[in-house]
């Protein structure tokens, strides 16, 4: 095994882009070494440490979307990368806005991360640009908003399939605007 | 021609849609598509404490619940920093593996009905029950079994007999895999389904992040319980095989042979729990893990801890951290995304089963519509983990 560190991988970052500013997450029980970068040089980071024959992070083991509201800005995407030949893991995070919710894809670096990113999309609607298809993974396609946000509840959604509306071709009314349904009683 | 395969098919193992073009026979493009099973567990963790997610997990990879439950054990004890204690960790490596014994004997069972050799899913079923009755010996449930917790076990191992049963298990096991193998290895028609079919090479797997035997069967040596060992794992002895050319056959050998490791492991894990005798199956730190019921009934500070564990749970620090274990289908990890309160902020699930089903589309095109269904028992997934 190579004796590849985080510190060493954070003196490479450094060195290579000296106009990006690296940041360590700092924190008692942060477990994992974790760096915030940059949207826009995220690509471009991603690349090098693909490709650096010392560094070599030749998968990305997963990514995802975190929301982080009322914090300002409000969403995270955490990059988990390994490399196997120095046996190391490297969490790379972009802090994203809520009024720019925008990250490069990283599909073209890794072909996995597709459908990672269409889960952060379909969890978070985080956009990621230059996504070959960037469409709902789990949730249905017609699904409205998006579940893991914070200010999404967990329940009391409108059923999506139901046999006793009165109005079956609107498959989803408006619960409120249902009038109560008439029984009838009869004496014996 | 576009057809439909799934998501009502037996061979897509659950609720799989694979939407195929075709040219004849030959498959131009086959897109997978999932989430019938989405029940948004994620969504589900941020509601619930730690503890109260547990039984959550046995339902995603719902063929290794106590894999899925040790995931997320180790990633919680990683948050709070602690260990659990040795004899709850060979507990944890001995069940893990017949855990892997019983899922491989479902994955070879299935894979081998689809394929049409019939006999040997019968076969594999036995062997899976007795695990399944393992399970069942120890904690009373046969597949939701949510026997670990975090900083060590549920409850101790049963006084008596259960090594005994587990140890005749695992020496008989290995004669049992001679049978599978006698069905299977050299059968001609198994050969002819399975060789050169669905190849992945290295690269491909890599780039597409697969993991476990699936990657493994492309030749690369990448065993989360060499590489990065939990729970013990480097003292165990036991070797990762690996094939050579990334077909089908090779990820069924991968697997057979792993099944033959796993037996040794759980042997040695047998042997280290008789060594190591009877003793602390849970960390002491009652600040986030139950005290003994015993204590309970005499201590004052334990009925507090009692309560307040009961009432609201443990209070992780604020933090994150993420924890990966080797599975049987590949990497499974959890990250944790902790403010503090008892109740996770973020939960996020990295299933093997997810990430190796991407591998798919390069696996059968330009290949037959009958080796989609060769390709998708060789992947060995299980859908209650991909859509979560």
Redesign the interface.
């Known amino acids: 095994m190579s004796s590849l560190t985080h510190e060493r991988v954070e003196q490479r970052l450094r060195e290579q882009f000296p106009g990006v500013s690296f940041e360590r997450q700092a924190g008692p029980a942060v477990r994992d070494f974790t760096l915030y970068l940059p949207v826009d040089s995220l690509v471009e980071v991603c690349t090098f440490l693909r490709d650096d024959p010392e560094l070599d992070f030749a998968m990305l083991s997963w990514l995802g979307g975190v929301d982080y509201l009322p914090r300002d800005p409000r969403f995270e995407v955490v990059y988990s990368l390994l490399s196997l030949s120095a046996n190391l893991r490297l969490h790379l995070k972009v802090r994203v806005a809520d009024e720019q919710l925008r990250v490069p894809s990283v599909v073209r670096v890794w072909p996995t991360a597709d459908w990672h990113e269409r889960e952060a999309f379909d969890f978070y609607g985080i956009e990621f640009t230059g996504h070959p298809e960037l469409i709902r993974i789990l949730l249905p396609e017609d699904w409205v908003g998006w579940p893991l946000r914070k200010d999404s509840p967990l329940g009391y959604e409108e059923v999506a399939f139901t046999h006793n509306t009165p109005d079956r071709i609107k498959p989803s009314p408006d619960l409120k605007k249902l009038a109560p349904k008439k029984v009838t009683y009869r004496a014996h | 021609m576009t057809l439909n395969m799934g998501p009502q098919h037996p061979s897509t193992h659950g609720v799989l849609r694979v939407v195929l073009e075709l040219d004849g026979e030959t498959v131009l493009k086959a897109k997978p598509i999932?989430?019938y099973l989405?029940t948004?567990m994620?969504?589900?963790a941020e509601?619930k404490t730690y503890t109260q997610s547990i039984p959550q997990t046995d339902r995603m990879d719902y063929l290794a619940p106590l894999s899925n439950n040790l995931a997320f054990c180790l990633a919680a004890e990683?948050?709070l920093?602690i260990e659990a204690p040795p004899r709850a960790q060979a507990v944890r490596v001995l069940m893990t593996e017949l855990t892997r014994i019983s899922a491989h004997c479902v994955w070879l069972g299935t894979h081998a009905l689809d394929i049409g050799a019939m006999t040997v899913f019968f076969y594999t079923f036995r062997e899976r029950e007795k695990v399944l009755s393992l399970y069942d010996h120890i904690c009373g449930a046969r597949l939701t079994a949510s026997y670990f917790r975090v900083g060590g076990l549920a409850m101790d191992l049963p006084k008596e007999g259960f090594l005994e049963r587990c140890e005749k298990f695992v020496d008989e096991m290995p004669a049992h895999i001679d049978e599978y193998e006698n069905l299977l290895t050299k059968n001609p028609i198994w050969l002819a389904r399975t060789k050169e079919v669905a190849p992945l090479s290295a690269r491909d797997a890599?780039?597409?992040?697969a993991t476990g035997p699936t990657l493994r069967g492309s030749g690369?040596q990448?065993d989360l319980r060499k590489?990065?060992p939990y729970s013990g794992y480097e003292s165990y002895d036991f070797d990762v095989p690996v094939g050579a050319h990334g077909d089908a056959f090779d990820r069924f050998q991968v697997r057979v042979r792993e099944m033959r490791e796993s037996t040794r492991i759980a042997k040695q894990a047998i042997a280290r729990l008789r060594e190591i005798g009877p003793g602390d199956y849970r960390v002491r730190d009652y600040k986030y893990v139950l005290p003994p019921k015993e204590e309970v009934k005499t201590s004052m500070e334990a009925l507090i801890h009692h309560f307040k564990i009961v009432a609201h749970g443990f209070f992780?620090?604020?933090?994150?951290?993420?924890q990966?274990i080797e599975a049987p289908k590949g990497?499974l990890?959890f990250?944790f995304?902790?403010d503090g309160t008892p109740r996770p902020?973020?939960m996020?699930v990295?299933s093997p089963s997810?990430?190796n089903l991407?591998t798919l589309s390069t696996m059968v095109e330009g290949r037959l519509v009958a080796d989609v269904i060769t390709a998708i028992g060789s992947l060995d997934i299980v859908l209650g983990e991909i859509?979560?």
């Open positions: 999932i989430g989405h948004g994620e969504k589900q509601y990683k948050l920093d890599l780039a597409l992040g690369v990448w590489a990065q992780p620090p604020v933090g994150e951290a993420y990966a990497e990890g990250y995304v902790s902020w973020r996020k990295r997810f990430v991407q859509d979560r």
